[in-house]
């Protein structure tokens, strides 16, 4: 079932912060973000799990509420290059199950 | 260390014609990916394979088939192209072995189909 992204799109200015949420309806296991310039291929940010383990980029944080099945990926002091489609992937259990991805939230950050 | 690397990077088909996908890793990942992407949509799987000898369908498998060669290739055949198959094409691998882990994709393959 494919997670659900919130807002769709959001235009900040340079040294703005934002925060992207991303829910469902299913118990989940591991939340993943990923981030896609325009023309290029998806990039891994971070990987929240179950229990608290996290990995992944040191400039942005993430949070994971495992009992609302929601997490929401922080965007502080924003720049320029944090422009891009941010992407929310959610596993419901582990094993080798795959990513299910959702719509994907379009940021813009202007000068 | 190339990745991830995709072939062809643009393509475009009649409909009717048939054609496939290449994908290659250098990781020594054992789970790979085929998703597309449409605007709004997000990415989509099409199939995937958790290992080498294995293959499954995703959530839009429909005139599609995939072959897993060996460890490092995985390929996405169109038998029958169709304008509805007009999209970007991406492949992606993963080692499945611990908990944590990231995907890594490959530059696309963006498909026209008239």
């Known amino acids: 079932q494919q997670p659900v992204q919130s807002p769709q799109a959001v235009i900040l200015r340079e040294g703005e912060d934002a925060v992207i949420n991303c829910s469902s309806s299913?118990?989940?296991?591991?939340v993943h973000w990923y981030r896609q310039k325009h023309g290029e291929a998806p990039v891994f940010l971070m990987i929240?799990?179950?229990?608290?383990e996290q990995k992944g980029h040191e400039k942005i944080s993430a949070s994971f509420n495992e009992k609302k099945q929601q997490s929401s990926l922080y965007l502080t002091a924003s720049q320029l290059s944090y422009s891009g489609t941010y992407f929310c992937g959610t596993e419901r259990w582990i094993g080798n199950t795959p990513l299910v991805f959702g719509k994907g939230t379009r940021l813009s950050v202007i000068a | 260390n190339a990745g991830v690397t995709q072939t062809p990077k643009f393509q475009v088909l009649k409909t009717g014609q048939s054609m496939t996908l290449q994908c290659a890793q250098d990781?020594?990942?054992?789970?790979m990916y085929w998703y597309r992407q449409d605007p709004g949509m997000g990415l989509r799987l099409i199939y995937y394979s958790a290992s080498e000898g294995t293959t499954d369908k995703g959530e839009v498998p429909n005139g599609y088939n995939v072959s897993r060669l060996n460890k490092r290739e995985f390929s996405l055949r169109l038998e029958s192209a169709a304008p509805s198959q007009t999209s970007v094409y991406f492949c992606?691998?993963?080692?499945?072995?611990?908990?944590?882990?990231?995907?890594?994709f490959g530059p696309g393959t963006r498909l026209t189909v008239t």
């Open positions: 990781m020594n990942h054992n789970s």
């Open positions: 992606a691998s993963s080692d499945r072995s611990g908990r944590a882990y990231e995907q890594y």
């Open positions: 299913k118990a989940l296991y591991s």
């Open positions: 929240l799990l179950k229990g608290g």
